[in-house]
């Protein structure tokens, strides 16, 4: 049955994805922080990704990549089984689900993590240009899309391309590990063998 493998093609590709969402970022350098890039990447922050749209901007994020990836697996599903294709859709509801938790919790250390990036990566001058920017109307509009860009067609015809493209290589590469494995273990036995003769 060919359901297996794309289950664990799924979860293969699916967790991945989103522990990267929900990853906490390491914690800022106590020292070495420019208070003034630092107020500066605040405001860019809080007006980029205000926080009453923080939480709908990420999940939105997360459903365009569960949704893309949901369609790579599709064509390897078994079309006769609907019972197996309700499990997994619910798998991924409830995963999607629970992993929205978790990222629920991160979201503000997440924050934090890219306020201390910006203040460490750009220059105050620099900065000041970004915040210029971001309180455009065009400005807010691009942080308002940026999630949208993973839904639009074009951009996700290319990615999806790219994923049923990836996912085709999984199950080779599955065989590869194991075949190498297990010529390792093979070896690892013949060497212990050899040793105790």
Same mark, same amino acid.
């Given at each position: 049955?060919?359901?297996? +493998? #794309?289950?664990? *093609? =799924? @979860?293969?590709?699916?967790?991945?994805?989103?522990?990267?969402?929900?990853? %906490?970022? /390491?914690?800022?350098?106590?020292?070495?922080?420019? +208070? #003034?890039?630092? *107020? =500066? @990447?605040?405001?860019?922050?809080?007006?980029?990704?205000?926080?009453?749209? %923080?939480? /709908?901007?990420?999940?939105?994020?997360?459903?365009?990549?569960?949704?893309?990836?949901?369609?790579?697996?599709?064509?390897?599903?078994?079309?006769?089984?609907?019972?197996?294709? /309700?499990?997994?859709?619910?798998?991924?509801?409830?995963?999607?689900?629970?992993?929205?938790?978790?990222?629920?919790?991160?979201?503000?250390?997440?924050?934090?993590?890219?306020?201390?990036?910006?203040?460490?990566?750009?220059?105050?001058?620099?900065?000041?240009?970004?915040?210029?920017?971001?309180?455009?109307?065009?400005?807010?509009?691009?942080?308002?899309?940026?999630?949208?860009?993973?839904?639009?067609?074009?951009?996700?015809?290319?990615?999806?391309?790219?994923?049923?493209?990836?996912?085709?290589?999984?199950?080779?590469?599955?065989?590869?590990?194991?075949?190498?494995?297990?010529?390792?273990?093979?070896?690892?036995?013949?060497?212990?063998?050899?040793?105790?003769?």
């Amino acid at each position: 049955m060919i359901l297996r +493998p #794309a289950l664990i *093609a =799924l @979860a293969f590709l699916l967790a991945p994805a989103l522990a990267s969402a929900q990853e %906490r970022p /390491a914690p800022p350098a106590a020292t070495g922080v420019d +208070p #003034a890039a630092h *107020a =500066l @990447a605040t405001r860019i922050v809080d007006l980029g990704y205000p926080p009453e749209q %923080r939480e /709908a901007l990420f999940f939105a994020t997360m459903d365009q990549t569960v949704t893309q990836m949901r369609s790579a697996i599709a064509p390897s599903l078994p079309s006769d089984d609907p019972g197996a294709i /309700a499990i997994l859709d619910q798998w991924i509801l409830d995963y999607t689900a629970q992993s929205k938790g978790v990222l629920r919790k991160h979201i503000p250390d997440i924050m934090d993590g890219m306020i201390t990036a910006y203040a460490e990566l750009f220059t105050r001058g620099e900065l000041a240009d970004i915040l210029a920017f971001v309180e455009t109307p065009s400005g807010k509009r691009y942080f308002e899309l940026s999630p949208a860009i993973l839904g639009a067609k074009s951009f996700a015809d290319a990615n999806q391309a790219y994923l049923d493209e990836s996912l085709a290589l999984l199950g080779p590469a599955q065989q590869d590990l194991r075949a190498r494995l297990e010529a390792h273990l093979a070896r690892q036995r013949q060497n212990e063998s050899s040793s105790e003769t």
